[in-house]
Structures are given as structure tokens and as C-alpha cells.
């Protein structure tokens, strides 16, 4: 309703929502974001298994295909696992519709962006919805070369098998072609600060997701959600590729009774992906040298988890409850060397190293609450959550020219004191937050010399503290 052109303008826009670069950030977690917020789509995580990148695809989302965004700022690890320590954010799109629609719409903005969109949906039969989404767009950027170009295309079921079962289908497919340019210098900046100054950096991505989900209700107290996926993220430049697939299913029931609610669940996750980067150097003008890596990587989790919340009283309620992972790696990288003089190959060398590990976490919360008024409550939480390592993270390269090795890399841990009050006041919605979190072991990477070539290792720091306040009001001025 509020014009707002993509994902990242919404979340701009959102209270205590921020932007490290192009990652979405919540209370601080800075360059460590793509690891401590996890940002879901219907459930299903878009960070990615590399941790390297420091940007989750969010861009690889419509608006036009979202129904809502849900925004959980600290914790959230008892239901959602690790990489919370930071909050959460669950994009949900839309599942269905109360009457038929068709719409068709445009928008024009700054830099020759245009889109175009259509969207049909409706009851085909007195339990059958079906609807499909149609996009396509470009965009110039601000200086010269920049380029946006892509199309996303949806599909979604729904049918109902009776007044206690339903299952539903979602696929959709996301595609966009990106160039972008170098940095400029203060020099070229005076002379045109919109050239493209270089040459440009093309980029494909892609991704394509398929949502399964099966609702059975037992009587009018107990439901059970069971919501297989399967979604496959690729990223692509000059001489370098990046795959990230998950294949997964989640099992949630829940239980209502009448002094609050039980949850109880289990999630399994193969998460696969691998990074190839290929570059050549010339050594001199007879000879060059061009190096292959491939970084295999697999990271399988099976987790358990149980939430309750109780009524004691209609003043005082008390949520509490804990999960279990276990998380099992598999790390294959492999390194291939060739040196070529005039075109012909003299020497290839290949590097392999295997390892695997595994690492259990868990996690618990309990949140007493008071309400004190009709309209307003007073909160305490304390949340005892993790993030366990990626895969790439748990190998260290000693040298420039290796050897790469296994570390003793540690899950990280955090425990999060909040105190929180929320209420009306004239009508109007005020909240405010106070925030403790200290981590133990929290994962950064060093480097050995004076870059990235010459090796690295990743270290656990002992101790870290983040801290902080939110306040928030809405006024609505003309309702």
C-alpha cells in the first residue's frame, strides 16, 4: 500500500531493522549479520552454508508475491535453531484468497526502473484454490553500466481434503542478471562520479524453491503441520559459482488446552552447496599459471524442540522450553594447479582435504509475563541460544600454499537478558526494550599474513557483549 518497490525498502523502513551492506541486520550483529539473523522464507532459511558471503539473497524475493513479514528482534532459537542471536525475519507469501482476483500492475521509478506484474487466484471447485504470480523487470542504476534485469514466476494450491485435512503446493522460480561497477577514485569521482570507471561484474541468480504442506486436525484441540521443501540457490560471476540447496522437512504439532498452549517438533535439514573459483596469472610471457578450487560442503541436522505457555492467572502467564541439535559435516576441498607455457600444459598439481565432524547445541528460554492493564504488559526473557559453525569455517589454511587442516572450532553460545513493556496509551501503541546479550566463543576468521593468500584460521573469542535499547510508537493521526 505504501508504493514500497522491493524487499529491502520494506525492511528499511521497518523499526530496529538495519543494514549491514546489503545484509539485513537486527541489535548490532554488524559483519557477523549473515550468521546471528536468520531470514526465512515460509519457514525455510535463505542464509547460506557458506558463511563467506556476507549478504543473504533476500533481493531474490518479489513484493508482489509476499503476504506479510514477520519481524522477531533477539532470540528465537527454541523454535527456529541456530543463528538467532540476533532475531529473526519470516517472509510469508501469499497461500490463498476469500474471493477470486485477477490484477495486472505497473510501476515506473527512478533510474528507468519499470516492472510488470500479474497475479490470478481462486476457488476452482468448492476445495480446490489455485493461483499464479508473473513478474519481469529491469533497472538502470545511477552511474553508467549498472544494470538489473529478471522475472519470477509462482504457483500455489490448496485443497482441502476434508473439514480436518488440507495439503498445499507452492513452487516458484526467481532469475536475475545483474551488472555492476568498480569502485571509483577520488580523481574520476570529480571528473564523473557516475561513470562505470572499469569493467563491469556480471552476476546471475537464481533460485528455485518447492513448498509441500500436509494440516490434520485432531478434534478442535490438537493440530500437526508436516512441511517438506526443497529450495536451490545459485550464484554465478566470472570465474566464480556458488550453489547452496536444502532438502528438508519440518514436523510441528501443537496442542490447545485451556490455560495455554503446548509446541512440540522436529526439524531435519540436509543442507549442500559448494563454491568454485577459478583464476589465472601470468607469470611471464611465456608461462601462466590458472588454479581450480572447489569447495564441497554438506551439513546434515536433526532437532528436536518442545515450547509451552501457561496461564497461571489473567495476570500472569510463564512461556518456557528448550531444543536439541546435532549437526554433522562433511568438508571435501580441492585444489587444482596448472602451468601452462605457450598454451601447453607442463605441470598439474591437485591438493585434496576431507574432513568431517559433528556438534550438539542446545538451547532454552523462559519468559515470565505480567499484565498489568487491559491493554498493557510487562516481560522478562532469558534465552540460552547457539550458532554452530559453517562447514568452510571448521578448515584452516596454515600457509600460502596450505595445508589445510581441521580446527577445534566451537559452537558459539549467547545468553540474552530482555525486560520489555508494551501498551496503549490515548489509544496509541507504545513498546520499549532493554537488551543483554553476552556470547561465549563467538567465531571470527584471522588472517596469517597480509591477506587472505597467505592463510588464515578461525579462532573462538572468548567473550562478547552487545547491549541496547528500543523504543517504538505508531500514532495513527487521521483514523
Do not use: C
Not at 572499469?198 to 533460485?207: C, I, L, N, P, V
Amino acid at each position: 500500500n505504501r508504493g514500497y518497490r522491493d524487499l529491502r525498502e520494506i525492511l528499511e523502513k521497518a523499526p530496529g531493522v538495519s543494514f549491514h551492506g546489503d545484509t539485513v541486520d537486527l541489535r548490532g550483529q554488524g559483519q557477523k549479520a549473515n550468521t546471528s539473523v536468520k531470514v526465512l522464507l515460509n519457514g525455510v532459511a535463505l542464509n547460506m552454508i557458506d558463511t563467506t558471503p556476507t549478504t543473504i539473497p533476500i533481493d531474490l524475493i518479489p513484493i508482489e508475491d509476499i503476504e506479510r513479514v514477520e519481524i522477531i528482534p533477539g532470540g528465537g532459537s527454541v523454535l527456529y535453531g541456530s543463528g538467532t542471536s540476533g532475531g529473526v525475519i519470516n517472509i510469508i507469501t501469499k497461500k490463498g484468497a476469500r474471493y477470486p482476483y485477477a490484477n495486472i500492475s505497473t510501476k515506473i521509478a527512478s533510474y528507468n526502473y519499470n516492472d510488470l506484474n500479474l497475479g490470478l487466484g481462486g476457488n476452482v471447485s468448492e476445495n480446490l484454490f489455485l493461483k499464479t504470480a508473473v513478474k519481469g523487470f529491469k533497472q538502470r542504476g545511477y552511474r553508467k553500466g549498472e544494470k538489473n534485469t529478471g522475472y519470477y514466476g509462482s504457483l500455489g494450491m490448496h485443497y482441502k481434503i476434508s473439514d480436518d485435512q488440507s495439503i498445499s503446493f507452492d513452487p516458484s522460480y526467481y532469475q536475475a542478471r545483474t551488472y555492476s561497477v568498480p569502485s571509483l577514485g577520488l580523481a574520476e569521482l570529480r571528473a564523473d562520479r557516475r561513470q562505470q570507471g572499469g569493467e563491469r561484474t556480471f552476476t546471475k541468480s537464481t533460485r528455485a524453491n518447492f513448498d509441500f504442506g500436509y494440516t490434520v486436525k485432531f478434534g478442535d484441540k490438537i493440530e500437526a503441520n508436516l512441511h517438506p521443501y526443497y529450495q536451490d540457490i545459485r550464484i554465478i560471476q566470472s570465474g566464480f559459482v556458488m550453489k547452496d540447496r536444502k532438502e528438508g522437512a519440518n514436523l510441528k504439532g501443537k496442542l490447545d488446552y485451556d490455560s495455554g498452549e503446548f509446541i512440540a517438533g522436529y526439524d531435519y535439514l540436509k543442507n549442500k552447496g559448494f563454491r568454485r573459483i577459478n583464476f589465472d596469472v601470468a607469470m611471464n610471457p611465456m608461462m601462466s599459471r590458472s588454479q581450480l578450487t572447489i569447495f564441497d560442503m554438506q551439513k546434515l541436522t536433526h532437532s528436536v524442540y518442545a515450547l509451552e505457555k501457561h496461564n497461571f492467572t489473567e495476570a500472569f502467564s510463564l512461556s518456557a522450553g528448550g531444543r536439541f541439535e546435532r549437526a554433522e559435516y562433511k568438508v571435501n576441498r580441492r585444489v587444482l594447479t596448472t602451468i601452462k607455457r605457450m598454451g601447453n600444459i607442463i605441470s598439474q598439481t591437485q591438493n585434496s582435504t576431507r574432513v568431517s565432524d559433528d556438534k550438539n547445541n542446545y538451547a532454552f528460554e523462559i519468559t515470565p509475563n505480567f499484565n498489568y492493564s487491559k491493554d498493557g504488559n510487562l516481560y522478562f526473557k532469558f534465552e540460552r541460544g547457539y550458532i554452530s559453525p559453517g562447514p568452510n569455517q571448521l578448515i584452516d589454511k596454515l600457509g600460502r600454499n596450505g595445508p589445510y587442516v581441521l580446527n577445534n572450532l566451537k559452537s558459539e553460545t549467547f545468553k540474552t537478558y530482555e525486560i520489555g513493556l508494551k501498551d496503549l496509551i490515548y489509544g496509541q501503541y507504545v513498546s520499549a526494550t532493554i537488551f543483554w546479550t553476552d556470547t561465549k566463543n563467538e567465531i571470527v576468521n584471522e588472517t596469517l599474513g597480509s591477506s587472505i593468500t597467505d592463510g588464515w584460521h578461525f579462532i573462538n573469542i572468548d567473550e562478547t557483549r552487545r547491549k541496547g535499547v528500543e523504543l517504538y510508537a505508531e500514532q495513527s493521526l487521521l483514523s
